[in-house]
């Protein structure tokens, strides 16, 4: 990184970084209370809001959403007749999954080969200790150019759509000439990137019964209808037979026009096993970017250890469809809904629950604010030009922000690259990311501010 003041004080306060995210990610904030005290979600959310204090926000606020969890709010006023920036993080984080899988503990930072793992280290305790990085190193250098305002969600991982309710009954809060979501990420390390669309999602959970009770597979198995098998047979339907998703009605040949996605680099990024073919048609980039995605991401059904020899009276499965977009989420559960129950063999009885839904999202980067974001990457990263992808995940939150402030412009910037593994185990965080975006952030604040 070529040397200015900013990036000369971002290098030095990240040590102080590392120790903070190391407090942060060993706070448990998963937001599905049935899983993880709400104790530790409060605890993160107070850490969030004493470290807020500590660097002069006023209006300091823990918010009470109404899905039951906490979003924090700070303000931090500058120059008079400044410009207003809003910085977006979320700490609730992912599961840990399965703890075994990790090398070392999910909720306790350690370097190992250069990076810092734990849970939520990219995703996105570290976006929030990357607005920190960034605010820091400006009022190190005379100061910071624009009014800012903070909100880091408390449930974003869960889709329960609290903040974008919060925002929706109280929409002064939040309002700014621009808005700098930190939970997206570059397309891989060291290559500067502005994601400028995000798929939507609905989860639909589906439940199958076809028996009073469970039955003896040998005296019923052969006649009496498996609730199990006819949940496989729905599950089945959702794809064709190279793997596409199949949902009827919903589109899925929209394409991707923009930065490319090689077999071979998705191949690597997703750690595909050798011999395993890549699902769907098209471009990875139109797969993964633009087009409808179906995810059986839980089932409820006797494990192998201890199962019986049994036809099953039930069956339960959680379903995460993402939406391309262009596409309405609720008129995509529609469809995913009227697809199970007209795809139920067997006249099994079935019952669909929406529980969670995000529209998708898509940025104008023609806008001035983008310029000013590609010039201050161009120097937090010499040598590279900042690209535009997409991403296949949600941020329901974004298209809440774009309905309320159709004037903000919005950026999608972060730390969860490829190598981060965010969602998985042993998810990462590559602190020259950390270091070189907080510098990006500090000099795109500085532009716009001058711009």
Same mark, same amino acid.
């Given at each position: 990184?070529?040397?200015? /003041?900013? *990036?000369?004080?971002? &290098?030095?306060? !990240?040590?102080?970084?590392?120790?903070?995210?190391?407090?942060?990610?060993?706070?448990?904030?998963?937001?599905?209370?049935?899983? +993880?005290?709400?104790?530790?979600?409060?605890?993160?959310?107070?850490? @969030?809001?004493?470290?807020?204090?500590?660097?002069?926000?006023?209006?300091?606020?823990?918010?009470?959403?109404?899905?039951? %969890?906490?979003?924090?709010?700070?303000?931090?006023?500058?120059?008079?007749?400044?410009?207003?920036?809003?910085?977006?993080?979320?700490?609730?984080?992912?599961?840990?999954?399965?703890?075994?899988?990790?090398?070392?503990?999910?909720?306790?930072?350690?370097?190992?080969?250069?990076?810092?793992?734990?849970?939520? %280290?990219?995703?996105?305790?570290?976006? +929030?200790? #990357?607005?920190?990085?960034?605010?820091?190193?400006?009022?190190?250098?005379?100061?910071?150019?624009?009014?800012?305002?903070?909100?880091?969600?408390?449930?974003?991982?869960?889709?329960?759509?609290?903040?974008?309710?919060?925002?929706?009954?109280?929409?002064?809060?939040?309002?700014?000439?621009?808005?700098?979501?930190?939970?997206?990420?570059?397309?891989?390390?060291?290559? /500067?990137?502005?994601?400028?669309?995000?798929?939507? #999602?609905?989860?639909?959970?589906?439940?199958?019964? %076809?028996?009073?009770?469970?039955?003896?597979?040998?005296?019923?198995?052969?006649?009496?209808?498996?609730?199990?098998?006819?949940?496989?047979?729905?599950?089945?339907?959702?794809?064709?037979?190279?793997?596409?998703?199949?949902?009827?009605?919903?589109?899925?040949?929209?394409?991707?026009?923009? !930065?490319?996605?090689?077999?071979?680099?998705?191949?690597?990024? $997703?750690?595909?096993?050798?011999?395993?073919? !890549?699902?769907?048609?098209? =471009?990875?980039?139109?797969?993964?970017? =633009?087009?409808?995605?179906?995810?059986?991401?839980? @089932?409820?059904?006797?494990?192998?250890?201890?199962? %019986?020899?049994?036809?099953?009276?039930?069956?339960?499965?959680?379903?995460?469809?993402?939406?391309?977009?262009?596409?309405?989420? *609720?008129?995509?559960?529609?469809?995913?809904?009227?697809?199970?129950?007209?795809?139920?063999?067997?006249? $099994?009885?079935?019952?669909?629950?929406?529980?969670?839904?995000?529209?998708?999202?898509?940025?104008?980067?023609?806008?001035?604010?983008?310029?000013?974001?590609?010039?201050? #990457?161009?120097?937090?990263?010499?040598?590279?030009?900042?690209?535009?992808?997409?991403?296949?995940?949600? @941020?329901?939150?974004?298209?809440?922000? &774009?309905?309320?402030?159709?004037?903000?412009?919005?950026?999608?910037?972060?730390?969860?690259?490829?190598?981060?593994?965010?969602?998985?185990?042993?998810?990462?965080?590559?602190?020259?990311?950390?270091?070189?975006?907080?510098?990006?952030? *500090?000099?795109?604040?500085?532009?716009?501010?001058?711009?």
């Amino acid at each position: 990184m070529s040397s200015n /003041p900013v *990036a000369e004080t971002v &290098a030095s306060l !990240l040590p102080r970084a590392k120790a903070e995210l190391t407090e942060l990610v060993a706070f448990k904030s998963v937001a599905d209370f049935t899983q +993880f005290p709400k104790s530790e979600s409060e605890g993160a959310a107070n850490w @969030i809001t004493d470290a807020l204090r500590a660097e002069g926000f006023t209006d300091v606020a823990l918010l009470d959403t109404p899905d039951g %969890t906490q979003s924090v709010y700070g303000y931090l006023p500058g120059p008079e007749g400044a410009k207003t920036v809003l910085l977006y993080a979320h700490y609730d984080v992912q599961p840990p999954l399965d703890e075994n899988g990790w090398t070392t503990p999910p909720f306790e930072l350690t370097e190992r080969d250069g990076r810092w793992y734990g849970r939520g %280290t990219a995703d996105c305790k570290g976006g +929030f200790i #990357m607005h920190l990085l960034a605010l820091r190193a400006l009022k190190a250098n005379g100061g910071v150019p624009v009014n800012v305002k903070v909100i880091v969600e408390g449930s974003e991982e869960q889709g329960t759509g609290g903040l974008e309710r919060y925002a929706e009954q109280h929409p002064e809060l939040l309002t700014a000439d621009t808005i700098v979501i930190g939970d997206a990420g570059n397309f891989r390390v060291g290559l /500067p990137t502005v994601t400028t669309t995000l798929r939507g #999602m609905t989860l639909v959970r589906v439940q199958i019964d %076809t028996l009073a009770g469970n039955l003896h597979s040998g005296q019923f198995g052969g006649a009496a209808p498996d609730a199990l098998g006819s949940l496989i047979r729905v599950l089945d339907s959702l794809r064709a037979e190279d793997g596409s998703t199949t949902v009827d009605g919903l589109d899925a040949t929209a394409a991707w026009e923009g !930065l490319e996605y090689t077999e071979e680099q998705f191949r690597k990024d $997703a750690k595909v096993l050798d011999g395993v073919k !890549l699902i769907g048609g098209g =471009s990875v980039a139109d797969r993964i970017w =633009s087009r409808p995605a179906v995810t059986v991401i839980g @089932i409820d059904c006797p494990p192998v250890v201890g199962a %019986t020899p049994s036809v099953q009276s039930s069956a339960r499965a959680l379903i995460s469809l993402r939406v391309p977009p262009g596409v309405d989420a *609720a008129e995509a559960t529609k469809l995913l809904q009227a697809h199970i129950e007209a795809h139920t063999p067997w006249g $099994a009885q079935v019952t669909t629950e929406q529980i969670g839904q995000g529209q998708a999202f898509r940025a104008d980067p023609s806008s001035p604010a983008y310029q000013a974001m590609a010039d201050a #990457m161009a120097v937090a990263y010499p040598g590279e030009t900042m690209q535009y992808a997409g991403q296949g995940g949600s @941020i329901p939150l974004c298209n809440t922000l &774009a309905g309320l402030y159709p004037q903000a412009e919005i950026l999608l910037i972060g730390l969860s690259e490829p190598e981060a593994q965010i969602h998985a185990v042993n998810e990462s965080v590559s602190p020259e990311e950390l270091e070189r975006l907080s510098v990006a952030e *500090a000099l795109f604040l500085s532009n716009y501010a001058a711009g």
